[in-house]
């Protein structure tokens, strides 16, 4: 990439910083600011900023003024999905594909958007071709590590997310998957310690600090009574609560049950009004940090 102003703005991206990558390119001269890889760096500091409508228009420029390019294909394939427009997203995927059949890139972006409209099947075929490609590829364990999680496969996507950790030690996105998945599996300290090493990593990132401070809620001994719900999900252990509680009537066992309705009903009640004050609590009081 030539041009200074160019390549000024090019490591401010690399180091995390959007805005001031994006202050950069403003200042390029007319001549530079037309150059095929002024309209990436823009696009690509958009999508670093979510602002997902501004990365669309950034790359089809780019488009225009330097022809085809697997990149920015990838970048407007991503910000069309992040937006929720599944058509246009798969359009432009195909068409970086188109170039490059093998690009990584391309292959995991497609398979999330896969994965957006339900086409499971599809998603995990592409997931196969990235994977065959370059199995420890960070962006090949981010996209198994989805699918699984897509999938409902709660434990399969722990032990990936295990695999990213292992494989990228220092990554602060493969332990917040790893604090993510743990989570989902009611797996506090897990979970906890995930979290902690993802912001230890990379405090810059707000969606690591929030995940930090909330497996600190889930650890804290006031949430103690309620991680079954967290491990299984209300719906599960409500059904479990009831089939014990028939089971104790058929065993005939009416007092043992009833005792177990009145916890499992008081048990509620704590579910309803403990973890909210916990969480306000607690907020507060890292707020003031």
């Known amino acids: 990439m030539s041009g200074i102003g160019l390549k000024r703005a090019q490591a401010l991206l690399m180091a995390d910083r959007p805005q001031e990558a994006l202050r950069e390119l403003a200042t390029l001269s007319a001549e530079e600011a037309m150059h095929p890889g002024a309209f990436y760096l823009r696009a690509a500091a958009f999508s670093q900023l979510d602002q997902h409508a501004e990365t669309v228009t950034a790359a089809r420029q780019g488009l225009e003024a330097g022809g085809p390019d697997p990149d920015l294909f990838q970048l407007i394939g991503d910000a069309e999905r992040q937006q929720g427009h599944l058509e246009a997203a798969e359009q432009a995927l195909l068409s970086g594909l188109s170039l490059a059949p093998n690009h990584l890139g391309l292959l995991c972006s497609y398979a999330a958007a896969c994965m957006a409209a339900n086409q499971l099947g599809k998603a995990a ?32 996507a722990q032990e990936i997310a295990r695999e990213f950790v292992a494989e990228y030690p220092e990554s602060a996105a493969a332990h917040a998957l790893l604090g993510g998945t743990s989570a ?51 719906i599960k252990t409500w059904i479990a609560a009831i089939a014990i509680i028939y089971g104790l009537r058929m065993l005939k066992m009416p007092m043992l049950a009833g005792v177990f309705a009145i916890g499992w009903f008081l048990l509620c009640v704590y579910s309803w009004v403990v973890p909210p004050l916990v969480r306000r609590w607690m907020k507060r009081r890292y707020r003031a940090f």
């Open 125 to 156: 075929k592409l997931v196969e071709r990235a994977a065959a490609q370059a199995p420890t590829a960070a962006a090949v364990y981010a996209i198994r590590i989805q699918l699984a999680y897509t999938r409902g496969e709660d434990r399969k």
């Open 184 to 234: 989902n599996r009611g797996q506090v300290r897990e979970a906890d310690a995930g979290a902690r090493q993802a912001v230890a990593a990379d405090p810059t990132v707000g969606d690591y600090a929030e995940l930090a401070l909330e497996t600190r809620i889930a650890r804290h001994p006031l949430m103690t009574p309620v991680r079954p719900f967290i491990r299984f999900g209300p």
